[in-house]
């Protein structure tokens, strides 16, 4: 299960959502949720976006671009997203 919370620049509640992906590790959930985020904040029309995460990992395979193969794809669609993202 994945999921997050989507706030506005002065941190206030937009909406939140969850979804199941199935068994995976850590790191795939963390960018499944991110990637999953960003398609949501798109498709209502939001064009930028700040990723806050505690993963260390994940935000290094998003800045660095180096993930495991497992994972490549997911780091690569999230980099290749129509939205700015502050890392």
Not at 12 to 32: R, T
Request: hydrophobic content about 45%; some cysteine.
């Amino acid at each position: 299960m994945i999921g997050s919370v989507i706030r506005d620049k002065n941190g206030s509640w937009i909406f939140g959502y969850n979804q199941f992906v199935g068994i995976c590790s850590i790191l795939n959930a963390e960018l499944w949720t991110i990637l999953e985020g960003l398609g949501i904040v798109l498709d209502r029309g939001f064009d930028s976006m700040i990723i806050l995460s505690d993963s260390l990992e994940t935000v290094q395979a998003i800045q660095d671009g180096f993930a495991q193969v497992s994972n490549f794809t997911l780091v690569r669609r999230i980099q290749h997203s129509p939205a700015k993202v502050a890392h």
